[in-house]
């Protein structure tokens, strides 16, 4: 599956550092989305990009920072990170028509902030 | 509001028995229902979708699902497990009332399938 890749796939960082996380979609699709995995809780979703606009921001805390500056390029930019974010950070992406909303799902960024 | 409930949190198989996992979901508008797979350390894999056609739906590794309206449920099945197929199971609705523009995916809780040798 290499519809959606995600850089890097593993990633460990201090509460101090700022780091990003780069999805890249080569789907042509125009919707793109961060989703955020923990042990035992379901996927939260925490941004969603339409046609490079934001058009949700799920309550996420402003330490998580979203940056779409095409369709095809989304980042998720960290700075002052708790250890309570460490997770699997998922990327996907949609074509947009307002017909077809199947989302197709990068492999991840596993983070583990200490 | 859309909800989906994954009914089983663990399903324990045998090799060659047949695969239920089930999911009820709650929905105002005529949903979009999907199943995906994650394997370990992996991303969401598609295994299929409903979107009002056929009720039963027909995926991939010999998976499917019967989109049932009248019990409001979406139970995946597959007539014989591999060992391959052990992984953790999501069933998603698709939010068609968002108003953002975008389709929201309400994703249930997931069931971890375990195929025994």
């Known amino acids: 599956e290499t519809g959606v890749t995600q850089t890097p796939r593993h990633l460990v960082m201090g509460m101090t550092n700022k780091k990003s996380l780069k999805c890249e979609q080569h789907l042509g699709h125009n919707a793109m989305y961060w989703y955020k995995q923990s042990a035992k809780k379901p996927l939260e979703l925490m941004f969603v990009y339409n046609f490079k606009e934001q058009t949700e921001n799920n309550s996420v805390p402003s330490r998580f920072s979203p940056e779409c500056p095409n369709s095809s390029h989304l980042f998720l930019h960290l700075h002052t990170l708790q250890p309570e974010d460490s997770a699997l950070y998922l990327c996907a992406s949609s074509l947009w028509t307002g017909g077809d909303e199947t989302q197709y799902f990068g492999p991840g960024t596993r983070l583990l902030v200490l | 509001a859309q909800s989906v409930t994954q009914l089983d949190s663990h399903v324990s198989v045998s090799e060659g028995t047949p695969v239920l996992l089930r999911c009820n979901y709650s929905s105002s508008y005529s949903p979009s229902l999907f199943w995906y797979v994650q394997h370990p350390n992996k991303g969401l894999q598609l295994l299929l979708k409903?979107?009002?056609?056929?009720?039963l739906v027909k995926g991939i590794n010999g998976f499917e699902a019967e989109f049932k309206k009248s019990e409001t449920s979406f139970h995946l099945t597959k007539p014989s497990a591999h060992m391959s197929d052990a992984a953790e199971y999501f069933c998603?609705?698709?939010?068609?009332?968002?108003?953002?523009?975008?389709?929201?995916?309400?994703f249930g809780t997931g069931t971890r399938l375990k195929v025994l040798a």
């Open positions: 998603v609705v698709s939010d068609r009332g968002s108003t953002s523009g975008t389709y929201k995916y309400i």
């Open positions: 409903y979107t009002s056609a056929a009720t």
